[in-house]
């Protein structure tokens, strides 16, 4: 039997930190449908008193991200009225930190989103990883954190997006049994080179959907099961030949593949722990 639940994700600032949280603990939930009530940017209380009357229609759990003491107790006052259940997520967090560091939170929205050296570099690091997508401007691959390797729809493009978005550059090479990849792609110094596979039958399938969505006839050896298993045995020979890691994303999403793709950069880099650029 589905569960309906209303959502009520409320955040002083962009609110990223709110869905991702909500979603994570989510998908341990089966049945479940979800009506999300997304309120970023709530810095005022009248803006508050107009999302509590929304609230007060739709009774659900309350998750939310304030910093200014009023705009919190207002909050929570009313909810307690209405017999809303609420979360506060970061409390805990914050409350250790505080703790530890022997100093209080600055309670000032969006700190995370300052446009510091990191938020630049970040911009930089896009930038250049859609510049570089798909081969493209091979010559500047030395300049690269990052390089993806792998057969057409191996996941390499959006794998590089993600990981861009963590302040890497990373550029991607389409491995091709009729086009060799240039020679440089074998003598680079600087970027952590990375092979990415996948099974056959379901390269086959992802094939199979990215023609049909172009209109395109559906059986060609684009999706030839002996084409497509030579092709990814010629990119794992390649990769074994010069020593490349290799992640298979035959059942990892982009975010679990682009995780395991910094974790072989900090080991390479000599580090114990997952770390943002």
């Known amino acids: 039997m589905t569960v309906k639940l209303h959502l009520h994700l409320l955040s002083d600032s962009t609110g990223e930190t709110l869905e991702n949280i909500a979603k994570a603990a989510l998908s341990q939930y089966d049945d479940v449908e979800t009506v999300r009530h997304f309120w970023p940017m709530v810095r005022t209380e009248a803006h508050l008193d107009r999302i509590l009357q929304e609230i007060a229609q739709n009774p659900g759990l309350v998750i939310y991200t304030l910093v200014n003491p009023a705009t919190r107790r207002a909050l929570e006052q009313r909810c307690q009225s209405l017999g809303l259940p609420l979360v506060a997520p970061l409390d805990p967090v914050n409350d250790a930190l505080s703790a530890l560091l022997g100093q209080q939170a600055k309670n ?17 690091a896009i930038q250049f990883t859609i510049a570089h997508d798909d081969g493209v401007l091979w010559e500047e691959w030395e300049d690269a954190d990052i390089v993806l390797a792998g057969v057409s729809r191996s996941s390499k493009t959006p794998t590089s997006i993600y990981l ?103 080991e390479r880099a000599g580090g114990t722990g997952m770390m943002e650029r």
Do not use: C
């Open 108 to 124: 000032k929205p969006g700190r995370q989103h300052v446009l510091d050296a990191a938020y630049f570099a970040r911009v930089d």
């Open 164 to 266: 861009a978005n963590r302040g890497f550059k990373v550029a991607n090479i389409p491995i091709v049994v009729e086009s060799p990849p240039p020679a440089s792609l074998f003598t680079l110094k600087n970027p952590l080179i990375v092979g990415l596979t996948t099974s056959p039958d379901r390269l086959i399938q992802v094939r199979r959907n990215r023609l049909l969505s172009l209109n395109q006839a559906p059986e060609t050896s684009y999706v030839d099961q002996e084409a497509v298993i030579h092709e990814l045995s010629y990119a794992r020979r390649m990769f074994a030949d010069h020593g490349w890691p290799v992640i298979d994303v035959t059942r990892r999403s982009i975010e679990e593949t682009a995780a395991a793709v910094i974790s072989l950069f900090n």
